[in-house]
């Protein structure tokens, strides 16, 4: 067992000095609080809820920018910051206590959750202003962003889970948020009972890893990584792979996603689209000290990585629901994610580097969906818009910001990070390295392909839109963030890449990057030509097919291909046939055991302590004397025992 | 073991007079009964149950009782702290003005509230 | 003369010497006493109208400034060792008696609340207790609205006899102790309102078997004063010590039957089985209000007292006692778990729970360890909070017609229809008792627990969690039939807390909820951290000998 890069830097330092990382609590407080005041102040709270949301939100940014900062001002090897929040239970050797870990990786999703949380937040005052229930809307995106916090900042498995379930949970209450539309309640549960799938994974890992190295902390555990056996370490390694599947929608657990688009836009772009679909990226890089120690499971990463971008970009491009490609979209951008962070240290910063400028362009991507919806009479097939670029300026143009930046233009953000996947996979080396490097270059030809074609369908070519459409563009609270977003698209990528900026920042968590910044080398590397290449083969491909020629209305029939892709691959039905048949066979065949035979044991037991029970009541007669004769009988019985003890 | 020897003797003997008394008592005494002398006998009081009038018997009895108790105890502490009393000093004089006073309260509640009156 | 073996008895010498009180440590009991004199007058000499906030006053103010008292006290104890004797060495002050001391005064103040509710001129109590119940005489008091407020100041007397009951550091004044306790509580007990007959009965069973425990507890002292030779717990442990006091030879049977009969004594306080028989029958029959007193205070008293004698007085003498409290936690958890299955009276159910949770206490008291002292005061403490917040849910859940609580709980089906909050509280208690995880009683049970298997009585602790499955099983039956039967044909009528009740169950729904959340403050302060080395050295009793620097020897 070779000692890991990432294992040697967790020397974690506590915040016993007052600044903004001991209060790393308020961090979550403050969006907890405004969730609480906004479920259980009822009505009252209508009128001015949504502005309390987005300043629980907001106030949570400020903190964690106050965070980084303090971590800036730190020596890079002592920007592990270990947060005590309070000590549950301390009774004799057992110990449970609630802490944050703050460090270079957490924070950078911390700002990521609450800068693009708070956006959202903003947007969706717009967005769900003649909703009646807006304010359970926003007590809900609240509650999300606690959760994902507490996911993002627990020091251990255990509190990660309680902050996995609880997004789950918000997720499941935000994708079912119009749950008076049935598809909207199957979707709702459907990603539910998925994430359960996962769950159920992470679970047992945390057990295993709890039996295995007697604690769930993360500093400890990885230090004694190296302690255990190769079957042991797959295994973990696997069970994790399967709870980040569950979360982010990677094969084969991906089927949920997109129904999941049945919930408002703001929640499909916040939480299936930036945020909580990243977690299981979150997972892999957090838990890189154990997959580094399971190079199996490692491999079973990248492919999964690898078959999901594919899988993804497939979909995306024959879907007609415009939220529906975007959501094909995101499985394919998380696959490249959970590619590289399977490479291990040499992919962590570039999967994290790619998460954050995803988050941002696909949020702005999603949020340009819903304006285009707003204005659209809430339609989303795509074949009914066209032209709108004329109608829109300013979606179009945050739209097309994130358009250019998903496809990979040279210099803006997605070009950036993408790059940088590329140039891992196929710096990981022999084979395997090249065939996940080919998998890269093909899924950025195949992006280009599926994002021009929403380009080209909703904003170009001629106007398809039903009689009673009347587009208009989308007030400022909705505009304003896509245009922040837009601006992220465009820049954020070459702040955070350039110089390795975020690489380094991350190191002391991930590893140290492997080779110098160079940037002559990133523009002219042969793999980067034939990312631009292939980027330009699908932009035409779609220009041909798309722009120039006419979308006809109706779906045309397609071949195979594109019938299996509508399908999303029979992802579905697989399901169905593999999971649910049998499941429900089992399901019958184990109510059937537990009414029988575990029924049959507990009511067993159960009867034996009523029988004993209505005995033992006569004992209870209500006479005075018959208590005072048990009572001496008692008294018999302990000084016999004390007695016998001492003189048998 | 010799130890408790005197106890089981003592022990012996007591059982033996209850034995005894009974059974000469039994053997020797008049036996001629009348009503009154199968009642059962209760302090100086009708026993219970009486057939008419609710079966109770006044409450006055026992606060007078109750009363005479109170005193009973003073006088049992009075005694050897008077014995004591230049030992005890000032600390026992406080102490037994404190101890009066408090039985006092108790007297003066049963008096304010009708305790000491018969009818 | 009969040749006893015994030592020429010298005349013993006169004290020449006056006792010297240390008023302030003993300032807590002494206000407590002083309002309940005061108190009398009162009855004495106020006007029937103004009696009742008169005397509501007194004693709330009594019991608070007793309260503060023993928190100022607490400052005020010496670095070095546990605590100081006081009054000849025969009441203790330390750590453990402040900390009984506190809890019982902040639970009587709690009590006292739901004691002085009043609803429309009606409290718990009778309106005049000597009246036949039923008769003419007692349909006028009614009407006249006659009150007892003499239940004040009784209430305080037995909150001094509880003050002094886990102080007391020689046995005669644990029985002056006692008796202070207990006979207030009889009367107490007889002066219900409604069902008048069912709590003149409770009273007096609860008094017969109270007279006839109280007779053990006085036969096992004397047992112990022939082995010892004298009565004061810290003469005792030297005796044990030293093999016997020399007064008879070959004592050992003395000292055990009386440890075993003062234990008999009381386990009977604490209502453990097989000495548990009064508690579901007094339980029931008491005014609601003194129930909640006796469940919480009454215990907390008790076991107090229970750990000083065995930890104190006894504490070398481990391996003697231990069997003993095995068998009676082992005993008092199972058969009062599987008994209290099938009761229907709400009151009844909570009584046997009571005798549970005092099993789930003995088990940390077996455990003769600081962890097991610690343990056993905060689990009192806990269950007292909640328990009083259950028998103030009690209270306001009434029959359709009379007024009488509606103790079966088959009317309390659906009862969250109807009164969501208050199912919800009684929920919460009932959950805290089943020791589900983030109420106090989690936390409790896992300290108790954790004392037990660190002392090696890991069968205990099997036994003690199987009957936490059969026990959670009533509690969630409850809560099942609360919010998910349908109500009953005879649904209850259930009243609005007032500000007095709701107060109570206020208090017992915040004291369960943070003691669960944050337990440190409180479990983190009972006692002091033993040092490093301390704590090595404190292996639970493997030599048969409880550590010596938890009390005031």
């Known amino acids: ?127 769900m202003s003649h909703d009646e229930n807006r304010r359970k809307f926003f007590a809900y995106l609240n509650l999300f962003v606690a959760a994902m916090l507490v996911l993002v900042l627990a020091d251990n498995y255990l509190l990660l889970f309680l902050g996995w379930e609880g997004v789950g949970l918000a997720s499941y209450l935000l994708i079912g948020f119009w749950q008076h539309k049935p598809s909207a309640a199957v979707a709702a549960k459907k990603a539910f009972l998925i994430n359960r799938v996962g769950d159920i994974g992470l679970l047992i890992a945390i057990m295993l890893m709890f039996t295995t190295f007697g604690t769930v902390a993360f500093t400890p555990l990885f230090e004694s990584v190296g302690g255990a056996g190769q079957g042991v370490m ?42 909580m679909v990243t977690a299981g990226v979150y997972l892999i890089v957090r838990s890189g000290p154990v997959f580094e120690a399971a190079p199996t499971a490692q491999l079973v990463v990248t492919v999964v990585g690898a078959a999901t971008l594919l899988a993804g970009a497939a979909i995306g491009c024959a879907k007609d629901d415009i939220k529906k490609a975007l959501a094909g979209s995101t499985m394919s951008q998380i696959g490249y994610m959970v590619l590289a962070a399977g490479l291990g240290p040499i992919g962590y910063a570039a999967a994290i580097a790619h998460l954050v400028t995803h988050g941002f362009f696909k949020a702005g991507l999603f949020l340009g969906a819903g304006s285009v919806m707003h204005g659209m009479n809430d339609e989303v097939d795509m074949r009914r818009y066209g032209g709108l670029r004329k109608a829109m300026p300013i979606t179009f143009a945050t739209f097309g910001a994130g358009y250019l930046a998903i496809i990979g233009v040279p210099f803006l953000s997605g070009w950036w990070t993408k790059e940088g996947i590329i ?33 080209f369908m909703t904003f170009f070519g001629k106007k398809r839109w039903a009689d009673d459409a009347h587009p208009h563009e989308s007030p400022s609270s909705m505009t304003v963030p896509m245009i922040v977003l837009a601006v992220g698209s465009v820049a954020l990528g070459a702040v955070l890449v350039f110089n390795y900026t975020l690489a380094g920042f991350l190191a002391p968590v991930v590893g140290a990057p492997h080779h110098e910044f160079d940037l002559a080398h990133m523009v002219t590397s042969p793999y980067s030509l034939i990312a631009l290449a292939f980027m330009l083969v699908g932009v035409a491909f779609a220009w041909v097919r798309y722009a120039r020629a006419d979308v006809p209305v109706e779906a045309p029939k397609g071949n195979f291909v594109t019938v299996a892709a509508r399908e999303e691959l029979y992802g579905n039905a697989l399901n169905e046939g593999l999971f649910m048949r049998p499941g429900q066979v089992v399901t019958a065949a184990s109510t059937a055991f537990d009414n029988h035979a575990v029924d049959g044991l507990v009511n067993g037991v159960a009867r034996w302590i009523r029988t004993g029970s209505e005995n033992l009541r006569l004992v209870q007669t209500g006479f005075a004397r018959s208590y005072a004769l048990t009572m001496l009988f008692g008294a018999a019985v302990v000084v016999a025992t004390t007695l016998g003890v001492t003189f048998a | 073991m010799e130890l408790y020897t005197p106890i089981f003797v003592l022990g012996g003997i007591g059982a033996a007079f209850v034995v005894l008394s009974m059974v000469v008592g039994a053997l020797a005494g008049p036996k001629r009964y009348n009503r009154t002398k199968l009642q059962a006998y209760e302090c100086g009081i009708d026993p219970t149950p009486q057939p008419v009038g609710g079966g109770r018997f006044t409450i006055k009895y026992y606060l007078t009782a109750m009363l005479f108790i109170v005193f009973d105890i003073e006088v049992i502490f009075l005694v050897p702290w008077a014995v004591h009393l230049d030992a005890l000093g000032m600390f026992g004089l406080v102490a037994m003005v404190l101890f009066l006073a408090n039985v006092s309260i108790a007297y003066a509640y049963e008096w304010r509230r009708g305790g000491l009156e018969w009818d | 003369m009969i040749p006893l073996g015994l030592p020429e008895p010298t005349a013993p010498a006169l004290t020449t010497q006056a006792p010297d009180l240390d008023y302030w440590l003993l300032s807590p ?204 717990f810290a003469d005792v442990y030297a005796a044990v010590g030293a093999g016997g006091a020399g007064v008879i030879e070959d004592g050992e049977p003395l000292l055990l039957i009386g440890m075993a009969l003062i234990g008999v004594g009381l386990l009977f306080k604490v209502g453990a089985v097989p000495f548990h028989n009064w508690k579901p029958d007094v339980y029931q029959g008491a005014p609601t209000p003194i129930t909640a007193l006796m469940a919480s205070c009454t215990l907390v ?38 008994i209290a299955v ?100 989690f936390i409790g049970k896992f300290a108790v627990f954790e004392a037990a298997v660190a002392a090696g009585a890991t069968p205990l602790v099997v036994v003690g969690v199987l009957s936490s499955a059969v026990t959670a099983f009533f509690y969630v039956r409850i809560i099942v039939l609360m919010f998910f039967a349908e109500p009953a044909e005879t649904a209850p009528r259930v009243l609005r807390p007032g500000g007095l009740t709701g107060t109570v169950i206020g208090v017992g729904i915040a004291a369960t909820v943070l003691l669960g959340v944050f337990p440190g403050p409180v479990l983190d302060n009972l006692l002091p951290q033993p040092s490093a080395e301390a704590a090595v050295g404190t292996q639970p009793s493997g030599a048969g000998i409880v550590p010596e620097d938890m009390f005031v020897r």
């Not at chain 3, 119940?133 to 006249?144: D, M, Y």
């Not at chain 3, 609860?206 to 047992?223: E, R």
């Open chain 1, 423 to 455: 140039q891992a996979a196929f710096d990981s080396g022999g084979v395997t390295g090249q065939i996940l490097g080919w998998a890269t270059l093909l899924g950025a030809g195949l992006t280009a392909f599926y994002m021009s074609r929403i380009m």
């Open chain 3, 301 to 338: 008293a008790a076991f107090g007292a229970l750990l000083r004698v065995f930890y104190v007085a006894f504490g070398a003498s481990v391996w003697e006692w231990r069997p003993m409290l095995w068998v009676v936690a082992i005993l008092t958890m199972v058969l009062a778990a599987v």
């Open chain 1, 234 to 275: 797959t295994a973990i390694g696997l069970l994790l792979l399967l709870g980040a599947c569950g979360k982010s929608a990677q094969l084969p657990l991906q089927a949920w996603l997109l129904d999941a688009m049945e919930g408002p836009t703001p929640v499909s772009a916040l939480i299936h689209a930036a945020t």
């Open chain 3, 29 to 232: 009991l002494l206000v407590v006493f002083a309002v309940g004199v005061v108190g009398v007058l009162v009855e004495a000499f106020v006007d029937r109208r103004h009696r009742r906030l008169t005397q509501l006053v007194l004693a709330l103010a009594g019991v608070g400034a007793a309260f503060v008292l023993t928190l100022l006290q607490v400052g005020s104890l010496p670095e070095q060792g546990a605590g100081v004797g006081v009054a000849f060495a025969t009441v203790a002050v330390d750590r453990p008696t402040l900390f009984f001391q506190g809890t019982i005064l902040v639970l009587a103040f709690i009590s006292l609340l739901l004691i002085a509710e009043n609803r429309d001129g009606e409290s718990a109590f009778a309106a005049q207790a000597a009246a036949v119940p039923g008769s003419e005489e007692e349909r006028a008091h009614v009407l006249a609205g006659s009150q007892h407020t003499e239940v004040y100041p009784l209430v305080m007397f037995a909150v001094l006899g509880m003050q002094l009951f886990p102080a007391s550091n020689d046995f005669l004044t644990m029985f002056i102790a006692l008796e202070v306790m207990s006979l207030p509580l009889y009367l107490l007990c007889g002066l219900a309102r409604r069902r008048r007959l069912f709590s003149q009965e409770a009273a007096v069973k609860y008094f017969l078997l109270g007279a006839f425990s109280s007779a053990f507890f006085l036969f096992g002292i004397a047992m112990v004063y022939g082995y010892a030779g004298s009565v004061h």
């Open chain 3, 342 to 441: 099938t009761q229907r009276d709400i009151k009844r159910l909570l009584a046997y729970s009571s005798v549970v949770h005092a099993g789930f206490v003995l088990t940390a008291v077996v455990a003769a360890s600081a962890d097991g002292l610690a343990g056993a005061m905060f689990y009192l403490a806990a269950y007292g909070f909640t328990t009083i917040g259950a028998f103030a849910v009690v209270t306001l859940v009434r029959a359709p017609e009379g007024g009488a609580e509606a103790g079966d709980l088959a009317q309390w089906a659906g009862l969250a229809r109807t009164s969501p909050f208050l199912a919800g509280a009684l929920g919460l208690f009932l959950l805290a008792f089943a020791g589900i995880p983030l109420t106090s009683g």
């Open chain 1, 1 to 127: 067992m070779t000692p890991t890069l990432a294992a040697d830097v967790h020397a974690v330092t506590t915040a016993a000095d007052g600044g903004a990382l001991s209060f790393a609590w308020l961090l979550i407080a403050f969006p907890l609080a405004g969730a609480a005041i906004l479920l259980l102040g009822g009505r009252r709270a209508n009128a001015w809820g949504h502005w309390l949301a987005i300043a629980a939100a907001l106030a949570s940014f400020a903190w964690a920018v106050l965070g980084l900062v303090d971590l800036l001002g730190r020596a890079p090897e002592g920007r592990s910051v270990a947060v005590e929040v309070y000590r549950w239970i301390e009774v004799g050797g057992f110990r449970a206590d609630v802490s944050l870990l703050v460090d270079p990786l957490s924070i950078t999703f911390a700002l990521l959750i609450t800068g693009v949380g708070s956006l959202i937040h903003v947007y969706s005052v717009g967005y």
